[in-house]
């Protein structure tokens, strides 16, 4: 972080940002975060449980109470389950799987050629709602497009006359406040849907079939990413554009490079590879066994082995094309080459690791205290007797994980943190664990682009200072980043509580309320 001369007179935007970024600071890591949790828990469990207090769970008609950890049946339980809590964690595999299938794209050099490729020749008062719409689709890559959109954007809004900074914002913004929204299903999806999952288990029991799929979210966010380009872009122009003005710098470079021939190759022959595949999957579900075959012979998309088993079709799909571009363009000469890539981008799964095998075990631990089910409970039942239902209780779930998103930025470890308790209590209120993901994700998003805790942020600060403006500070970027932040929370609640009231689908057989005889 820049500092501040002691002459001068902080901004209310930097005592802000120095109380929220002190708070920050004190916060552990993921891993350690959940000890702490873990050890919360099980303290909390063996207090209610001395207590004697039961409730019934409206679920299954059984009376739940309280399990105490510190007895032998918990450390027996501990003892048997630590393992399976670690490889049974859903979101493992999953984000794994997506890391490898996405990081060939990345590795390869695919996805820096095809930006380079696309973003050329844009007429500028196209540009901000250009680079707002690809750092929104960006992030099906993860982190990678918080690292590659900015730079680049700058480079577009000098070549159209604007300022530079302006471009890395909006570029960032698109990235980080647009985190949720995507055309595609990306490794986001498949995380949220893995402890959703959990909890559901955890509330209904191990045996039931209920369950969401990773394209729960995908109608609503597929809208969401025209959304949150259009209004990204406009709020850049409105509140960014005018706070920096025109730049003065140094224009000649302002230029993105042609991609070479051979990466012009590679990219043709990673489309053509994009579209054999693409043309596999339909034959297979259209004539072969991709398809759900009703009673009366007809195909259904809804069900289907095509839907359930999306994640492996995606992980060949990046796979093939990050391949066959790495080859045609040399960037892969053999197999040991590919490894490597594999290799590489596993190497920085560590934390992620470490994440999910306390998480795991925090997870597993509240399910069966029974904390979770017993806080759910009380808690529909409290909503419930005060008539606090429908879009007033989406609002303030929503606001609720945007305040949460300010002091712990990993997306992953808010929602397991508060889907055990929000997944069932929404359950026990009518509605679909699904549309529960879906309101925390609008929540989760938008403060991404301006909160301290984020280092890409700072990322972005060092870079415009070094390319293009020595004298930024972290307290102008934040004041252009904080008004598109909460204009594009608005726009999104707004759009939510639209979409929700025409009843349009926010994904493939998704319907807002839980379907009949789940409970």
């Known amino acids: 972080m820049s500092s501040t001369p002691a002459t001068q007179k902080k901004s209310a935007i930097d005592k802000a940002l120095d109380g929220i970024e002190r708070v920050c600071n004190k916060l552990p890591p993921p891993g350690i975060l959940f000890i702490y949790l873990f050890v919360i828990v099980a303290i909390l469990g063996a207090i209610v449980s001395a207590t004697g207090a039961s409730l019934v769970n409206p679920a299954n008609g059984e009376t739940v109470v309280a399990k105490n950890f510190f007895t032998g049946e918990g450390i027996q339980w501990l003892l048997a389950n630590l393992l399976k809590n670690f490889t049974g964690f859903a979101p493992l595999g999953l984000v794994i799987c997506m890391t490898l299938a996405i990081g060939f794209c990345e590795e390869s050099g695919l996805i820096m050629a095809m930006l380079q490729n696309s973003l050329k020749n844009i007429p500028p008062v196209l540009v901000p709602y250009v680079v707002a719409f690809v750092g929104t689709c960006g992030n099906i890559a993860s ?10 954007a700058a480079v577009l809004y000098i070549a159209a006359g604007k300022h530079p900074v302006v471009g890395m914002m909006c570029g960032y913004a698109g990235a980080q406040a647009g985190f949720s929204a995507n055309l595609m299903i990306a490794g986001t999806d498949s995380l949220l849907q893995g402890i959703t999952n959990n909890c559901i288990k955890a509330f209904l029991g191990e045996n039931t079939t209920f369950q969401v799929d990773v394209t729960c979210n995908w109608f609503f966010m597929i809208a969401s990413t025209f959304l949150c380009g259009a209004v990204i872009g406009w709020a850049c122009n409105k509140f960014c554009d005018p706070r920096f003005g025109k730049y003065e710098g140094d224009t000649s470079n302002a230029k993105l490079e042609d991609i070479s021939a051979d990466e012009k190759k590679a990219l043709n022959a990673a489309g053509i590879a994009a579209l054999l595949y693409i043309a596999v999957i339909l034959v297979g579900y259209f004539i072969g066994p991709l398809a759900k075959i009703n009673e009366d012979g007809s195909r259904a998309f809804v069900g289907s082995p095509l839907l359930s088993g999306l994640i492996p079709v995606l992980f060949f799909f990046f796979s093939i094309c990050g391949i066959t571009y790495g080859f045609v363009v040399k960037k892969f000469k053999n197999v040991n080459d590919v490894n490597k890539a ?21 997870q597993k631990l509240f399910a069966w205290t029974k904390l979770d089910t017993m806080l759910a409970i009380s808690g529909a039942n409290a909503l419930s007797s005060v008539g606090f239902t429908g879009i007033p209780l989406f609002v303030a779930f929503i606001l609720l994980c945007m305040f949460i998103n300010l002091f712990i930025s990993s997306g992953s470890a808010k929602w397991a943190i508060l889907a055990p308790i929000f997944v069932p209590m929404f359950m026990l209120l009518g509605y679909h664990p699904g549309f529960t993901q879906l309101l925390y994700r609008l929540g989760d998003s938008p403060t991404n682009c301006f909160t301290p805790m984020s280092p890409y942020i700072w990322m972005v600060l060092e870079v415009a200072k070094t390319k293009y403006d020595k004298d930024l500070k972290i307290g102008t970027l934040t004041a252009g980043l904080v008004p598109v932040a909460f204009t594009l929370q608005f726009a999104w609640i707004v759009f939510m509580i639209i979409y929700y009231l025409i009843g349009l689908p926010i994904g493939p057989g998704m319907t807002y309320a839980l379907p009949a005889g789940i409970m």
């Open 342 to 362: 594999m290799v590489k981008q596993m190497n920085a799964m560590g934390s992620y690791i470490v994440f999910c095998f306390f998480c795991g075990q925090f």
């Open 143 to 152: 982190d990678t497009a918080m690292v590659v959109i900015p730079p680049i």
